[in-house]
């Protein structure tokens, strides 16, 4: 933990006090978060038997379920990829690739149907044989324009709190890393990259959606290095932005309950996990709390 890091020298006298209050602080923030943990998992089952959510399972069984080398090879094309279909799958849902985008390879199955006599008592997907492997393009959603997707994810609107985001970037350098804000396609919020210390902000959202995605990031930034598991890894950060938002009397629901929802699958999965993690998320947020806290004290 980096506690300290905002303390200008002057008041350095008063530090122990600070300590202290800091300490108050991070056991207040964790027993307040297992109560918004907890509202956090409620939203989310929630939201998973709304008619929203349904037409959105819908839509998402018109995309395939990528094997793991493919999910590999489309994370090293595209580390940013969040929905991946062909160009096909793309026209038919009412949107198109937009010019010049470079085309994310994927290696598909290439299958023969056995003959009919030697597969009689067979099921029918039995009746099917692999005989290699093709090249398929496929595009990301951020690749493509058009009718808008059925999105269980509601941005979020207005704010203005720019000493806040100064803050959360104070705490962000304090770690290593850089802010940036940057242009970015309407699908994306933000990203965080360990190799380069770096976090992207999309710039065209709202000064709350920013705010919400730079405590994403650097949750991400704090506990996801040569981390692996993708959708862990977003239910996580996301969970450490709720909890941080509601913290800061924001209210992030109308984004995080569908965006942990849709990494997370179906709600007991998504209660499963956040209990698994909840630990680590309370941690981070704390984290985080404790530093605007004390950031906000020396400023003051
Ligand atoms: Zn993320």
Redesign the pocket.
Known sequence: MRIGTFVPLDLASSRHELCHKVRVIIMASINRSQDVLDQLSQGISTLATSDEWQAYLKMQARFHNYSYANVLLIMKQYPDATQVAGYGTWKSLGRHVKKGEKAIAIMAPILYKAPNEATETLETENKYRLCGFKIVNVFDVSQTEGKSLTDPCQKLNGGNCHSLYHRLCEFANSLGFHVFQKEMGPELNGNCSHTKKRININKSNSSTQQIKTLI??IA?AVMHENFDDRAL??LE?ESVAYVTCESLGIDSSDYSFGYILSWAGNSANAELLIRQSCSRIQKTSSMIIAALSESKDAAA
């Open positions: 994403h990031e991400h890894g977003e950060a």
